[in-house]
């Protein structure tokens, strides 16, 4: 496209931007996942923005074909959703393989940032090509490009059905559901809109807190703001379609619970919890089984386990995908 019919603007909010135009403009995202939704940005902003919002939007021809929704802090200017409730993958929203899109994007962003370091874009999906994209665009702009490493992303590929369902057969996770079944009606409770998962949110919050007290890792919802984040998504997002909130109840109690989402064929294992008095008898597991028939129903090609290498998660992984950060710096800049 000729450098001429591109335009440049900065947006003042999130809702500057019409909701059906945002999830075209991500359908032709090279990542386009649950975490760069409007209903997710605009949140994740309102609870854990800081320093300056720079959502850049790159036009051709007065049309809309990408977005850089980054902000600034300290010199430097970052994806929103760095940080905070972690976002498993960030990118850019919409199509910005033309050089000119990305160098248009990138500069217009350098020049508002006061001090300006450098980006650093953290857990861009490997599949994606914004890494290649990023070195030429580095290379034209006079930055220097680095790789600032990865982290896996196990998933289980949900493609062939007959495979799957001998995964989920495996002799030791139909034991743990069958014990509970001896001793009572295991019910799996899946909502999926405000006024079904905000009166199980606080009970969920305990669970986890409980399950991760006697671990060197406390749960998140011991601060009061990744609860509230919880509860402000699941009212932005509730007519979505995306939020999957399961409970798995036995006799009269909940004993394992799931807080993820199924977008564009992919179901995310995002937060699970589970009762930690039965941790011996595996109800976390029985309710991931239940999960990965959940997303099998819901169509979902792709049961993607997020962040991490949980030795748990290698019982059901068929392929390891990888996210790397990027960062981009000025000539003789780059943050400890």
Known sequence: MPCQTLAIEFLPAFGAVAPAEWRRVLARSESPVVFLTQEWQQTWWDVYGRGTLLLA????????????????DEGMAYFVGSGGCGSDYLDFVGDVSAPDTLDGLLTAVRDRVRDFVGFRFYLVPDASHTGALLRGAASRLGLKLCDEGELVAPVLELGAPPAVEALLDKKTLRQAERCFERTGTLTVNEAREAQDILPHLDAFFRQHIERWRATPFPSLFLEPRHCDFYRRLVGAASDAGWLRFTRLEWQDRTIAAHFGFCHGGRYLYYKPTFATDLARHSPGQV???????????DQATVFDFGLGNEAYKA????ATPTVRTWGLYAPGQRPH
């Open 57 to 72: 939007a790159a036009r051709h021809e007065g049309r809309l074909v990408a977005l850089a929704p980054l902000f600034a």
């Open 287 to 297: 309710l991931l089984r239940k999960l990965v028939r959940s997303a099998m129903a």
């Open 315 to 318: 019982r059901f992984t068929t």
